[in-house]
């Protein structure tokens, strides 16, 4: 099974930055998409922002222009660096793991998911 452990949550201001990881083991090869979703308190789980196995990226409209997502096939690590980061922003984040080429934004689509790590900004 595929394993996805994220890291780099914490508290921060209005304004500040934070850069998550999620290290990934057991990929069988490299056709695989994944994502980072967020989930604010009492709401449901929401994209924020997938990447394709060629590279193409999609952000939703919430987080252009202040997150970037990329992958490290070598290390097999997912990034989101967050900057000119909202209040708006809190919510437990997640990376996703999905056995497609392609990205979705549905979090159903997804065949694995990290623990969580929590963003605060206030």
């Known amino acids: 099974d595929v394993q996805l452990v994220e890291s780099g949550g914490g508290s921060v201001q209005a304004g500040g930055s934070l850069r998550l990881s999620c290290a990934v083991s057991g990929i069988i090869d490299s056709l695989y998409s994944m994502g980072w979703f967020r989930q604010p308190p009492g709401l449901g789980r929401e994209g924020v922002a997938f990447i394709d196995a060629d590279g193409t990226i999609t952000y939703v409209n919430a987080v252009k222009g202040r997150f970037t997502i990329s992958r490290d096939n070598a290390e097999n690590t997912l990034y989101l660096q967050m900057n000119s980061l909202k209040p708006e922003d809190t919510a437990m984040y997640y990376c996703?793991?999905?056995?497609?080429?392609?990205?979705?934004?549905?979090?159903?689509?997804?065949?694995?998911w990290g623990q969580g790590t929590q963003v605060t900004v206030s």
């Open positions: 996703a793991f999905r056995d497609a080429r392609w990205c979705s934004p549905l979090p159903a689509m997804y065949n694995y």
